[in-house]
């Protein structure tokens, strides 16, 4: 098993911008992919990263705008995927990802678009829409993309969670070439932290 000391920096994104991360814990490298204004102190990363640090080398990061990273001159997806990227260089192996909400799309693009992806779990993808977007449209460009993820890739939802969200998450394993869904055992609260810790170890082991 790898092992890795405890560490913090700043990756520097394809257009300059810098990324703050944080690593810690031992075992193949493993990087959290939050929502849209996620940051890596978020309560539900902090427990989530202690409890699979147990088994691997956690890589979390601050979104670009949010915490201790940049702005840059723009934010787009591909600068997204490109903020994704950069951490993901910091760990210099290949690397399985956990994303969940807004986070669970952008790591399917990543390892639509990188080969140092190796594995990813994603957990009730979100979309992510701008002022005036349509809402199918944008699906549709996500449900396509997929296409080109030929990675095993576990996509999760929870029994307690809408119709809307579960309906999603089943699209989008549905539309992926080595896609499978899990539904988890959850109430209005979402998943128990031990519940979603056991699942993704499981998947990955």
């Known amino acids: 098993m790898a092992t890795s000391d405890a560490a913090s920096g700043k990756a520097i994104s394809a257009d300059g911008t810098p990324i703050a991360w944080s690593r810690q814990g031992s075992g193949p490298p493993l990087a959290i992919v939050g929502p849209l204004l996620a940051h890596r102190s978020s309560p539900a990363t902090v427990v989530l990263a202690d409890a699979l640090s147990q088994n691997h080398t956690v890589y979390t990061y601050d979104r670009r705008g949010i915490g201790e990273s940049g702005m840059g001159e723009e934010y787009t997806s591909e600068s997204d995927v490109d903020d994704l990227l950069a951490v993901l260089e910091i760990a210099g192996e290949s690397t399985d990802l956990y994303g969940f909400d807004e986070g669970a799309f952008l790591a399917l693009r990543a390892a639509e678009e990188s080969t140092v992806v190796s594995r990813v779990?994603?957990?009730?993808?979100?979309?992510?829409?701008?002022?005036?977007?349509?809402?199918?449209?944008?699906?549709?460009?996500?449900?396509?993309?997929?296409?080109?993820?030929?990675?095993?890739?576990l996509v999760m939802a929870g029994t307690g969670s809408g119709d809307e969200a579960q309906d999603l998450a089943r699209q989008t394993a549905d539309a992926l070439?080595?896609?499978?869904?899990?539904?988890?055992?959850?109430?209005?609260?979402?998943?128990?932290?031990?519940?979603?810790?056991?699942?993704?170890?499981?998947?990955?082991?």
Do not use: C, K, N
């Open 121 to 153: 779990v994603a957990l009730e993808p979100t979309l992510s829409l701008a002022d005036g977007d349509d809402e199918l449209m944008v699906l549709q460009t996500e449900i396509e993309g997929l296409a080109g993820v030929r990675i095993p890739v």
């Open 177 to 205: 070439d080595s896609g499978e869904f899990l539904l988890v055992e959850s109430d209005t609260q979402g998943i128990p932290d031990a519940a979603l810790t056991d699942a993704i170890e499981s998947f990955l082991a």
